[in-house]
Each structure stands twice: as C-alpha cells, then as structure tokens.
C-alpha cells in the first residue's frame, strides 16, 4: 500500500510561487497515474493537474493552465507540482493522490491513495 506525504505548502503574497512536493513510499510510484487535486473551504474536491505514469501525458485544469506544471521522478518516488502566479483563488488544501489503474482520470474518485494535504495561502 502506498503512503503519501506532501510538503511545500505555505503563506504567499499573490503573484508568487510555491513549490509543492509528494514523497511516496510503500510502493513504486511508477505504477501509478498521479495527480494533485485541491479543495477550498465550502467547495468539493477538484483536480488541479494530472500526470500519466511515464510523465507523457498531463492534464490541467483551465484555471491553473499555464501558471501550474506537473512533473514527476519516478527513480526518487517524488511528485511535484510548480505553481507560479499565484492568486488568492488558488488558496485551498492541496492533495497528491495516486490511481493504480495507471489511466489518467480527473475524478476523484478514481483515485486510490491519497496523503494528508498541505495548506496553500495566497493572501491580496
């Protein structure tokens, strides 16, 4: 069974950048399609980027394509999700979560495994 940790989540003024980080253990994180979702106080859980499990193909949500980069180590069993740009809306829970039937899916609940989030805060 596969155990995820994400780290990197902090206070930031809008317009900055934040750099977050999902370790896995348990499991090599090469058998997984992986993505990060986030999910605001009073709102559900939504995917923010997706990435297949060879890093060939990845998925954005409209609202952070082009600000937002997905990427992946696979021989460090790391997950990473560069966020530039950033602004208040982006302020949420951020959760890596793993799906082990190795398609790339946007719903949440096609996803295995996940970790215990790590709170982003874009203050104006």
């Known amino acids: 069974q596969v155990q995820l940790v994400e780290s990197g989540g902090g206070l930031v003024q809008a317009g900055g950048s934040l750099r977050l980080s999902c370790a896995a253990s348990?499991?090599?994180?090469?058998?997984?399609?992986m993505a990060w979702f986030r999910q605001a106080p009073g709102k559900e859980r939504e995917i923010a980027a997706g990435?297949?499990?060879?890093?060939?193909?990845?998925y954005y949500a409209d609202v952070v394509k082009g600000r937002f980069t997905i990427s992946r180590d696979n021989a460090k069993n790391m997950m990473y999700l560069q966020m530039n740009s950033l602004k208040p809306a982006d302020t949420a829970v951020y959760y890596c979560?793993?799906?082990?039937?190795?398609?790339?899916?946007?719903?949440?609940?096609?996803?295995?495994?996940w970790g215990q989030g790590t709170q982003v805060t874009v203050s104006s």
């Open positions: 990435i297949s499990w060879r890093g060939c193909r990845t």
């Open positions: 348990g499991g090599a994180l090469s058998d997984y399609a």
């Open positions: 979560a793993a799906d082990g039937d190795m398609s790339l899916n946007i719903s949440p609940d096609q996803y295995e495994y």
